[in-house]
């Protein structure tokens, strides 16, 4: 009877785990002012981004850059820089939304069709 039990409880506990997702309220975080920190070169360094539906204005170093963006669902869209000053601008990055909370969520991104992936946290400034 114990070996069942203890079956059943592990069986139990598997069930809970498995059925666990992580909060996604993507869409209060389709517009808005963001900040995100990143770590290039062992340094932090902060770049201030302002999303309303289709366009991302981004400000870094003094700098601002416009971007499309294209939703492809609630969580996930494609950014595409458009006035890029390199090759390496004018490749697109995909952004998944993996998790939210009240005022920031955690994302994954790579260039379009690169299996490498980063991650980060964008902070809701407004």
Known sequence: ???????GVLLLMLVVCS????????????????SFTAEINGEKLTTTFVRKDSIEL???????DTSSIRWINDCEY?????????????KSIHMKILSTSDNSYTFEYNVVGSTK?????????Q
């Open 19 to 34: 059925c666990y997702q992580p909060e996604r309220n993507c869409a209060d975080f389709k517009n808005g002012k963001f």
């Open 78 to 90: 494609i950014v595409k820089k458009l006035h890029p000053k390199s090759m390496a601008e004018e």
């Open 1 to 7: 009877m114990t070996k069942n039990m203890t079956f």
């Open 117 to 125: 992936k980063s991650k980060g946290t964008a902070i809701k400034i």
């Open 58 to 64: 981004d400000f870094f170093q003094g700098k601002v």
